[in-house]
């Protein structure tokens, strides 16, 4: 009879606080305030800045949601001060009864409420995808985290302001409530994760959705958080069930009996299950911890034991790699054994052993020389290989070691990830010597608390590659040209490359015309490059008509970068992959389709700079800008002031500041002789022109690399007086 007369009470206290929120005005507005807001953000996916819907969606989860949270600890402040204000209350409290019955009912109409805001978040995140052509796997699964954050920070911020009404009971606890949600979402975020730089502060985040974390990486951010995430989930739980018990034990106080005690041994019960159920978190971040103290040491180490920038340079000599072969077997356990030969040559200066460099997470169990167990000596990224050969012999060098996981480095505020092996997905960085490069290289520094990547990269030497990967179910792409086997390994080769990079994870194909070129991007960027790949297989078809075009380049790897410690705001060219970091504003804008066409016809990323004033001199990059100009002019249509206003191809504007020079003088002087003779029909002059030099210099290719220095013999020599030269020439054969 008692459990019917609580199920009684219990539901009509149930109904008041529903009534109370679903018959007010003020707050049905507010859930269909946050769909208008979220609609708001989510229409700015559009011409010109990004159009990765992904992006857009976790910038608003992470501000405006972490804004709503205030809603929840208002709410559970007035359900509590709502009774306490009552000229009732003292003598109502005072009745036997459970105060349960009564703060269950209260939460529960709480949290069905705070919910519609859950539901319109959702419904308005799943029209924008269905209208930006996502697939419905990719955006139910991208709902089902969105929601589960949600409801999780609702859940834990209701209970908070119910338990602080409970304890103070003065209006003041308005004030602490805010206080406390600004500490649990803002404070937390700058002061502890960003300055302080204290990454395990997270469990204490009312929103998970941290200004800076790669939950934003779309292709990984869900699989790489899932373990943190349970682990979150569990002490999120017992943290609001010990809430939720200290809050009636507070209030059980004015109770008769012995209630108030038995309240206070469950409150302190639960006090003790949520510091158990800490320990899962606790023992993920102590493990990750004892990483970083390994990174540390690395960085004293090479400080310690070199003499600086020399000795690197002269230790990169001792090997000089030809060809590299590379074997990766993954296996279920979210870890892979790699295997990895290389073959060269020692250098003169070699006494026999021969130093690399390995990234640390990866564990080094056997390495031989020339099919024979060898001696070695690790310690951090070093590895100094003893052959026992004398200088100018051949040598093969075999590596055997295995990666588990996903790595992380924590520095500005964020986490980076270097390395990841996990449910499926990849990440191997060839920046970062997920394979063994010859020399003894600076990978990481120390400063201000923070392990960071040096970003300079390490100048490898062009070589052969050969790579096969097996056991990894989701589609790999690596910054090599390769296919999938019959027996469904991926095997990637090159004949000359610097590295490679090897990715797989939460990614579409856009393919650019019939040739095998393609756009390799995130789902939520689909609309975008689906764009681009048409504007550039119009412009490589004219090309083409005329122009003999090299294929070093038929892949373009599109996607956020931030969070991968590789540049935030550049492109780069690895192998047959243009790599674009994208970013709101940093998108496949006219920008990026200069690049990528400068990429597609001349095998590199070397755009905007200019070789004019290098050891030997050079106009080649003023050069390949008239293939731009040709486009611009011919294609489309432009005239010659339209045609200036693109990106990187006016010559008055590269060169302004100096029309003194001699040189520029004459350089435009002929780009003016070039857009009169477009302007009088003259466009088979110039095409000829153009392919005559693509031919003769190999496609005008650069060996560009960075921010390298830039010598002679890494790019063609083209002088003003054969520019002008061969102007005439051609202008004399029409």
């Known amino acids: 009879m008692s459990a019917v007369n609580n199920g009684f009470r219990w539901l009509t206290q149930w109904r008041i606080e529903s009534r109370w929120l679903w018959r007010s005005p003020i707050w049905m507005a507010l859930p269909l305030l946050f769909g208008a807001w979220l609609a708001g953000d989510l229409m700015k996916a559009a011409l010109p800045q990004s159009q990765d819907l992904h992006l857009y969606v976790h910038d608003f989860h992470k501000v405006k949601h972490s804004l709503s949270l205030v809603i929840p600890i208002v709410l559970g402040i007035l359900f509590v001060r709502r009774d306490i204000g009552k000229v009732s209350y003292e003598w109502m409290a ?226 000089k790699a030809e060809r590299t072969e590379i074997k990766v077997q993954a296996d279920g356990d979210d870890s892979a054994v790699i295997t990895t030969l290389l073959t060269g040559s020692l250098n003169k200066n070699a006494d026999g052993t021969v130093p690399f460099t390995l990234d640390i997470p990866f564990r080094l169990q056997e390495v031989t020389v020339d099919g024979a167990p060898a001696e070695y000596d690790r310690q951090g990224t070093a590895v100094m290989v003893k052959t026992g050969k004398k200088a100018n012999d051949r040598v093969s060098i075999a590596f055997r070691y295995d990666i588990s996981g996903v790595q992380r480095l924590y520095s500005n505020g964020g986490e980076a990830i270097t390395h990841a092996l996990q449910d499926g997905t990849v990440l191997l960085n060839g920046n970062l010597a997920w394979y063994p490069i010859p020399g003894n290289h600076l990978m990481y520094g120390y400063a201000n608390r923070e392990i960071r990547v040096n970003r300079t990269r390490i100048a490898m030497q062009p070589q052969e590659f050969d790579v096969i990967v097996k056991g990894v179910e989701r589609p790999v792409y690596a910054t090599l040209a390769g296919e999938q086997a019959d027996d469904g390994s991926w095997h990637f080769s090159s004949k000359q490359a610097k590295s490679v990079h090897l990715y797989a994870g939460y990614f579409i194909e856009i393919p650019i015309g019939r040739d095998g070129t393609r756009i390799v991007t995130t789902p939520s960027n689909r609309r975008e490059a689906e764009r681009m790949a048409d504007q550039v297989d119009e412009a490589m078809s004219y090309f083409e008509e005329w122009l003999p075009v090299h294929p070093r380049v038929n892949q373009i790897l599109y996607m956020p970068m931030r969070y991968l410690e590789q540049s935030i705001y550049g492109t780069e060219v690895s192998g047959n992959t243009m790599l674009i970091s994208e970013l709101k504003h940093h998108n496949l804008d006219n920008y990026q389709f200069v690049r990528i066409i400068n990429s597609l016809l001349f095998g590199d990323d070397a755009l905007n700079i200019s070789l004019t004033y290098d050891e030997k001199p050079t106009f080649v990059m003023e050069l390949r800008a008239l293939f731009t100009v040709m486009h611009t002019r011919d294609k489309l249509g432009l005239d010659e002031q339209e045609s200036q206003r693109s990106p990187y191809i006016s010559f008055s504007k590269s060169f302004r500041g100096e029309e003194d020079n001699e040189n520029v003088k004459r350089l435009v002087k002929l780009e003016g002789e070039f857009h009169a003779a477009l302007d009088n029909g003259g466009a088979n002059r110039l095409k000829k022109l153009l392919a005559e030099w693509y031919e003769r210099f190999n496609g005008l290719h650069i060996d560009y690399y960075g921010n390298a220095d830039y010598p002679p013999e890494k790019y063609p020599i083209i002088t003003i007086d054969m520019l002008e030269q061969a102007w005439e020439r051609v202008s004399d054969d029409e």
């Open 94 to 319: 005072a009745l036997p009864g459970s105060s349960m019955v009564i703060w269950s009912a209260k939460w529960v109409a709480g949290f069905v409420y705070m919910s519609l805001f859950t539901v319109v978040m959702a419904v308005v995140y799943v029209y924008f995808a269905v209208s930006h052509g996502i697939e419905t796997g990719i955006y139910m699964t991208h709902v089902w985290t969105f929601v589960s954050h949600y409801e999780m920070s609702y859940l834990i911020t209701l209970v908070l302001g119910m338990a602080l009404a409970a304890c103070i009971r003065h209006r003041v606890v308005y004030l602490i409530g805010l206080c406390g949600w600004m500490f649990g979402t803002y404070f937390i975020d700058l002061v502890l994760l960003d300055i302080l730089t204290l990454p395990f502060m997270r469990l204490l985040h009312l929103n998970q959705f941290n200004l800076s974390s790669s939950w934003q990486l779309e292709a990984w951010g869900e699989v790489w958080r899932r373990q943190e995430w349970l682990a979150f989930i569990i002490f999120a739980f017992a943290f609001v069930i010990c809430l939720f018990v200290s809050a009636v034990a507070v209030h059980m106080r004015n109770q008769p009996g012995m209630q108030p005690l038995w309240w206070r041994r469950a409150c302190w019960i639960c006090i003790g299950l949520a510091v158990l159920a800490a320990l899962p978190y606790g023992m993920l971040w102590n493990e990750r911890y004892e990483s970083l103290g390994t990174y540390k040491q690395e960085t004293e180490r090479y400080v310690e034991e070199n003499a600086g920038e020399e000795l690197e340079r002269s230790s990169e000599m001792v090997f």
